[in-house]
């Protein structure tokens, strides 16, 4: 009979996949060591949810996850799903609270709530944690690697979890590191893009613009697919346009500009009425104020920052010309850029404001019951850095706790 050996795990970042598959790690009879190229573990977890950590979602539907195959995640977030990870957390302390559209929230509200416990955690079990740690190169094989770390310290390790996270966010250590890792191990890339991340347009306006907030509704059409709205809070940028509809619509016009096709973004600061509604009752404000400059007649009905924006869109140069003045033909502008404003989508925000990255190591080469390679035996994968991406509300934590869980439990496995 062979000898049966505890195996030991090098996992290669302290983000939320590489916290979590080294507690399942460990748990499962692996010695664990994680390796973090920060000063500290768990950086990027500090920032989630606006420092209150939307840590899940009660519904964890496949549709709101996405990549060449979100089939994929299938398997990982059937294992560790919503319920486990519930359990997961709260034996370690964490209450919880739902709020809208089923987003979790730690009840305190406290993003360092959670890595809090997830480091207490790693502590009592005994799972060594090295900081300033980047590795540059692994090497051999299964139950045989050997990491470089800064340059020219080794280490060696049995098996490895590759949880290094995208390119989002790069201030909070995930640099895309992982992807040469990989590729270095003959993984292929899907090239990432930033996802859940503010819009460039262009517009003369837009320094005009800049700090307008207000609740409406924004449509992407990008030149070769159908159109994507949502409806929330709207916030102009000096560069272009942000808010929570703004980052859900961000994938789909992120990867339109990425292979070339133009995007355009229509924004409707009066949703709530219809084409024909709105028509009758900007041709009644205006009779009722006909005495009032062109400007004066629309305070009170939009942001009085928009108004002169929105008259100089519609091709009125004077803005205090009196209401009479104005023709048929510009009080339709009006009302049509209140329901449609049209803009050129000509960018995203830079990987230092995305949230997430889109794109990655392909799931072609990964066992998705195991997160292991199928290409590097004794080779581990675990969360953003995996070509998988989920939609804002708690989703991209719960993958990262998903797959690091199952990455974790399966590179425990004892060898013979
Ligand atoms: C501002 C912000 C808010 C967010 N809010 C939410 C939210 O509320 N809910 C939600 O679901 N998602 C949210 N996300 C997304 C979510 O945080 C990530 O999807 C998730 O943290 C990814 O976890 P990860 O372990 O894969 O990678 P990361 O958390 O990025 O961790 C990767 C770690 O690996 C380390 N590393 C990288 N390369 C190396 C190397 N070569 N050697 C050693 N260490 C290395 C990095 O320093 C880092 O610590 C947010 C993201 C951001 C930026």
Redesign the pocket.
Known sequence: MGKIKKPLVAI???????LVAAILAKNNGAEVII????DR?????L???NGR???SNTDLDISNYFGKDPQFARAALGYFNFQRTEEFFENLGIAYKVEEEGKVFPYSEQASSVLDVLRYELERIGVEILCD????KISGNANNFTLTINKDKKINADRIII????K??PN????G??YV?AKNLGHKIIEPFPALVQLKLESPFLKALKGIKFIGTVEITPENNSPENARGEILFTEYGISGPPILSLSRCASESIKTRQKVLLKISIIDTKSEKVLAEYLNNRFEKQKHKTIFFSLVGFINKKLIPVILKEAGIENIHQPVHKTTPAERERIGSILQKWEFPVIGTNSWKAA??TAGGISTREINADTMESKLCPGIFF????IDID?ACG???????WSS?AVAGQNAAKEIK
């Open positions: 290669i970042g302290g983000g939320a996949s590489g390796l973090e190229q920060m573990v768990g950086k990027k977890i920032a989630t949810g950590c939307n840590i740690s980047r590795v540059d949880a290094t996270g995208g989002a966010a909070l250590g995930s640099n590191s992982g890792l949230q997430v675990a969360g953003e850095v989920g708690g989703y991209n934590l719960q993958w990262a690091g």
